[in-house]
């Protein structure tokens, strides 16, 4: 099994990681990011939703933005999702170091990965289906404080 390495940011300096959550199917991951603090990440949170959202039993935290399709139109918050990550990294310097979690069951997503990395070599884009998974990988990328 492959060891993931961390990549090392100047002290001081956080990480910036990217959490974009398809609300279609995965439920978990807005309620336990707001519990999840570091020290050197800066987490950007982001959801999208079909217009029949209606909240997953909680209102969304007050720091997630929830981009709620307007219309009934099949994959509008998939692409909705698509266009918002294409504007970010529009604006970013060509060098940029992002990580980017897709928190998405939808593989119609997985050429992101691609698309992320081939313009910004830098970036790094990864897929979780749950808040397990995501939470493993932002302890990857949180080096312990006394390091």
Not at 54 to 76: A, L, W
Not at 91 to 100: F, R
Not at 129 to 147: C, D, G, R, V
């Amino acid at each position: 099994m492959p060891t993931q390495q961390r990549i090392l940011t100047p002290p001081g300096q956080k990480k910036t990681v990217l959490v974009c959550v398809d609300l279609g199917n995965v439920h978990d991951i807005l309620q336990n990011m707001e519990q999840f603090r570091s020290e050197t990440l800066e987490i950007v949170p982001i959801a999208f939703a079909d217009c029949g959202f209606q909240g997953y039993g909680i209102n969304p935290p007050s720091s997630v933005e929830v981009i709620v399709s307007k219309t009934g139109h099949k994959n509008e918050a998939d692409t909705a999702m698509i266009w918002w990550i294409a504007q970010f990294f529009g604006k970013q310097p060509c060098g940029a170091s992002y990580n980017v979690f897709v928190a998405s069951k939808d593989q119609g997503f997985r050429s992101l990965e691609t698309i992320i990395h081939d313009g910004y070599p830098n970036a790094k884009c990864k897929f979780v289906n749950n808040w397990a998974e995501l939470s493993k990988e932002l302890m990857l990328l949180s080096p312990p404080q006394n390091e």
